[in-house]
């Protein structure tokens, strides 16, 4: 049944004042400073019937910053929760660009933060502004329009290279004679949802990208904090409909995907040069085409009342069973750098690491292990919008899109996580091999990841009336 839409946007800073451990990586360098500031974009929907009586709503954050770690999401809604009148903050999503140039938000992820701020210190400070955003969201809601599309962009090639021998790995060499390819689909398209006042401006977009926000950790931007491509899609959409219009920025599956370039890297920085842009400016000239190219397509078909529901679902996914040789190896690293006197570089963060499979591995010793999950599953008239707490691999979305009821279907990663994140490989990578697709990076496996598929459609079909 169609709905009246009261829509409410807002956006933090959440750029750190002092120096920072930068995360996405194995050392944790500390930044020198700022290259775009990073925020979190808020998108506060309610559904009411013509009476007033509100039917369900939403509460989305997109976040500058590489994941949402455990208990992070789960802590932030007990802060704001006294401040949302009428709201259940079960249904209040975070997530994740996973820019590589952001703050880390959990103590333990490195060793050493030198006299930087510390991550114990970082997240109240990204809790308070987030809290404000999200208050000033839910408090300005109004009467609102929707309009929805897509386009496509070329931003994310796949990152696995695949070789003569059968191995894969993330970003391998494309220029051996043994290169056969890259492993898996290079997903182009961008969906947008784009939310309207009564008088028809431009409030608030929300832009799915299959790709995750790390151009900059190769680029010219250094050990400084980055939003990545996202902070160039941003200006150039308020540059188009003014400063006040929120970009939620989220990133599709593409756990297998990434913005550097697998292949033409002699072409393609020509091409940059010559039009005086970074790599990251680039990226960001291209969505912003594909979002223009949308809107000026789907403008004409402004809805003002749509069907509107939001599920939360929690359930258990079975944890990749970690082969004997594995924790073997794992064990023997781990019991290695437990021996040294100082630990150096990445030395912490793959103690931990090898700890982690260690555990893992004694634990499923007793029986079969489990990975906790939160889904969040939303209908906004025509469209679908699910998200998933992985780096999934396109695959298991392009499952889900291709089997999915909805005129429109998007999805976003790295979003409401319970537990720690991790990749989700398929069948096909897990037999190249390599980072990303090996027991030690994947906590859930392909039989995991396709129960995932069908409990994200089963959500979708139930609230499209199929069965």
């Known amino acids: ?19 920072v451990a930068l995360t996405g990586g194995r050392t944790g ?89 510390q991550p114990e210190e970082y997240v109240p400070f990204m809790f308070e502004r987030m809290a404000e955003a999200v208050v000033r969201a839910w408090e300005s809601r109004q009467r609102a329009k929707l309009a929805w599309g897509m386009g496509y962009a070329m931003v994310a090639q796949n990152r696995r290279a695949v070789y003569a021998d059968g191995s894969a790995q993330m970003y391998g060499k494309s220029d051996l004679a043994d290169f056969r390819g890259l492993e898996g689909y290079s997903d182009h398209a961008v969906d947008s949802l784009f939310f309207l006042d009564e008088a028809g401006v431009m409030k608030a977009m ?25 902070h160039d899609v941003r200006q150039g959409v308020k540059a188009k ?31 940059d040069n010559l039009r005086k842009l970074s790599r990251t400016q680039e990226m960001g000239r291209r969505i912003v085409a594909a979002i223009e190219d949308t809107w000026e397509t789907v403008k004409v078909d402004i809805r003002a009342d749509i069907p509107f529901a939001h599920r939360v679902e929690r359930f258990q996914l079975p944890e990749l069973k970690l082969p004997e040789a594995e924790y073997v190896k794992a064990k023997r690293e781990y019991d290695a750098l437990l021996a040294k006197k100082e630990l150096k570089g990445p030395d912490y963060w793959n103690k931990r690491w090898n700890e982690r499979v260690v555990k893992r591995y004694e634990a499923q010793r007793n029986g079969p292990t ?26 298991y979305g392009l499952r889900i899109q291709g089997r999915s009821p909805a005129g429109q279907t998007m999805l976003a990663q790295l ?53």
Not at 30 to 43: D, H, P, Q, T
Not at 244 to 266: C, E, I, K, T
Not at 370 to 395: K, Q, S, W, Y
């Open 1 to 19: 049944m169609a709905a009246e839409l009261w829509v409410g946007a807002a956006e933090s800073d959440i750029t750190p004042d002092r120096p």
């Open 415 to 467: 979003a409401s996580p319970i537990g720690r994140g991790s990749y989700l490989a398929t069948t096909r990578a897990l037999a190249g091999g390599g980072y990303s697709a090996i027991p030690q990076s994947c906590a859930v496996g392909p039989e995991g990841g396709q129960m995932l598929v069908e409990r994200t459609l089963s959500v979708i079909n139930e609230l499209f009336g199929k069965k």
């Open 206 to 230: 929300a832009v799915t990208v299959p790709c995750p926000a790390q151009t900059d950790e190769r680029g010219p931007c250094g050990w400084r904090v980055s939003a990545d491509f996202w």
């Open 241 to 271: 409909h003014g400063a006040g219009v929120v970009v939620l920025g989220f990133a599709a599956p593409s756990g297998d995907q990434s913005p550097h370039l697998m292949v033409r890297h002699a072409a393609e920085t020509r091409m």
């Open 370 to 395: 489990f990975c906790e999950i939160e889904m969040h599953v939303l209908r906004l008239g025509d469209v679908a919008f699910a998200t998933n707490p992985f780096e999934l691999f396109t695959d």
């Open 29 to 117: 360098p500390i930044s020198r400073g700022v290259n775009s500031r990073i925020s979190a974009n808020v998108l506060a929907i309610e559904a009411r019937e013509k009476s007033g009586r509100a039917t369900d709503a939403a509460i989305l954050v997109a976040c500058d910053v590489v994941g949402i770690r455990a208990g992070v999401q789960q802590r932030f809604r007990e802060i704001v929760a006294p401040r949302l009148k009428g709201f259940d903050v079960s249904k209040l999503v975070l997530s994740a660009t996973h820019t590589h140039k952001g703050p880390a938000l959990n103590q333990d992820a490195y060793d050493s933060y030198e006299g930087a701020m």
